[in-house]
């Protein structure tokens, strides 16, 4: 594995692969890797002849009272862990080679709607931040695919929007929620859960596959069982911030079972913000 930090050197390093004709995959992370990002990785290296992985904690999705200073960077560990997955090209910019003129003077891209809800509602800003700097790696890699996870499903949805409404010939791939044995959905901010905490953590999958199953057998009060999972989190010692019924395809309220729906949750648990979701097929 190749590991680059110049944008020169990058598009070298893509350009010479696509000349030989190979199919460029790429997966951006923020780094501090788990097995849900590795899972994205194997999807890449399965589909694609070329892998690119970006490593770069984005400070733009950040609000200013978040952890982007506190943010884990573990670059030794997530380096031997893509080297091991034979993963060709490691791309670790520096703020500099993403925001040259600085990154209070980046050309912005907003995606209305769907940015704006659920966790964009909470975190003004955060999906610009994250379609911004998407479509700034998607313009510096070229990837013909490139995968993300569908625990973050409404950022899967804002880049596909952004991805179409800016014409990127690029394939977006959706790959499923790696879960704890225990449903608990992986996340690099687990690590803030105290044992206490860690122990409550896998009842918002609990939940939310309550709420799915109701769905799936039929019940379509979906504001009375959002408002039952709300209290059901709160007794278990969560601090909900959402918990929502919507339609599949662009996140808005579900008011009926005519569109696939997906319920999406975000709460707090001590310092740690977890978010999850699930579909209901053939709603
Ligand atoms: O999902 C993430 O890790 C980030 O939001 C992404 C897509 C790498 C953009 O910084």
Redesign the pocket.
């Known amino acids: 594995m190749k590991t680059v930090s110049a944008v020169d050197e990058l598009r070298t390093a893509v350009h010479s692969a696509r000349r030989e004709g190979q199919r460029i995959g790429f997966v951006?992370?923020?780094g501090n890797l788990h097995a849900g990002h590795l899972e994205l990785v194997r999807v890449a290296r399965e589909i694609a002849d070329f892998v690119v992985i970006s490593i770069?904690v984005?400070p733009l999705?950040f609000s200013p009272n978040e952890d982007f200073a506190s943010y884990p960077r573990t670059l030794d560990e997530d380096s031997a862990q893509l080297s091991a997955m034979e993963v060709d090209l490691l791309f670790t910019p520096a703020m500099n080679d993403m925001y040259p003129g600085g990154q209070d003077a980046a050309s912005i891209i907003t995606v209305p709607g769907i940015s704006d809800r659920l966790c964009g509602a909470s975190r003004p800003g955060h999906f610009q931040g994250?379609a911004t700097?998407?479509a700034r790696l998607f313009n510096l890699v070229c990837p013909d695919i490139a995968v993300?996870g569908e625990k973050?499903f409404q950022?899967l949805l804002v880049i596909r929007r952004m991805a179409s409404d800016l014409a990127f010939d690029i394939e977006i791939i959706g790959v499923p929620t790696v879960r704890e044995l225990d449903g608990l959905a992986l996340s690099s901010r687990n690590r803030y859960l105290d044992a206490g905490q860690r122990a409550i953590a896998p009842l918002l999958y609990q939940v939310l596959n309550d709420v799915a199953g109701e769905i799936a057998a039929g019940n379509t009060a979906f504001r009375e069982l959002e408002q039952g999972a709300i209290e059901s989190l709160i007794a278990a010692g969560f601090q909900p911030e959402y918990f929502s019924v919507c339609r599949e395809i662009d996140l808005a309220e579900a008011q009926d079972a005519s569109q696939s729906v997906a319920v999406l949750a975000a709460v707090t648990l001590g310092k740690a913000r977890l978010i999850d979701n699930l579909r209901i097929p053939g709603c």
């Open positions: 951006p992370t923020m770069f984005n999705q994250v700097v998407v993300f973050d950022q």
